[in-house]
C-alpha cells in the first residue's frame, strides 16, 4: 500500500521560505506523476503544482509561478515543494498527491501558515 507522509510544514513571516517533502513508502514513485495541493480555511482544495514521472515536465498555478519550485527525488522515493518569497495568501494545509494510474493516493497534509 502506497503511503505519503509529509514534512516541512510551519510558521513563516511574510517573505519568507520554507520547504515541504513528501516520503513514499510502499511503492517506487518512478512512473507517477505527482502533485502538491493546498486548502485554506472555507476553501476548496486547489491544485499548486505537478511533476510528470521523469520530472522533466512541471505545472505550477498563477499564484505562485515564479515563487514555488516542485522537484523529486526518485532514488530517495521523495518529493519537494520549494516555497519562496511566502505571502499569507499562502496559508493553507498543503497535501502531497501521488496518481498511481488514475488511481489517488493522499498524503495527511502538513499545515503553512505564513503571518507576521
Known amino acids: 500500500q502506497l503511503q505519503l507522509v509529509e514534512s516541512g510544514g510551519g510558521l513563516v513571516q511574510p517573505g519568507g521560505s520554507l520547504t515541504l517533502s513528501c516520503a513514499a513508502s510502499?511503492?517506487?514513485?518512478?512512473?507517477?506523476?505527482i502533485g502538491w495541493f493546498r486548502q485554506a480555511p472555507g476553501k476548496e482544495r486547489e491544485g499548486v503544482s505537478c511533476?510528470?514521472?521523469?520530472?522533466?515536465?512541471?505545472n505550477y498555478a498563477d499564484s505562485v509561478k515564479g515563487r514555488f519550485t516542485i522537484s523529486r527525488d526518485n532514488a530517495k522515493n521523495t518529493f519537494f515543494l520549494q516555497m519562496n518569497s511566502l505571502k499569507p495568501e499562502d496559508t493553507a494545509i498543503y497535501y502531497c498527491?501521488?496518481?498511481?494510474?488514475?488511481?489517488?493516493?493522499w498524503g495527511q497534509g502538513t499545515q503553512v501558515t505564513v503571518s507576521s
Open positions: 510502499g511503492a517506487a514513485l518512478d512512473y507517477y506523476g
Open positions: 511533476i510528470s514521472s521523469s520530472g522533466g515536465s512541471t
Open positions: 498527491r501521488v496518481d498511481r494510474y488514475n488511481v489517488y493516493y
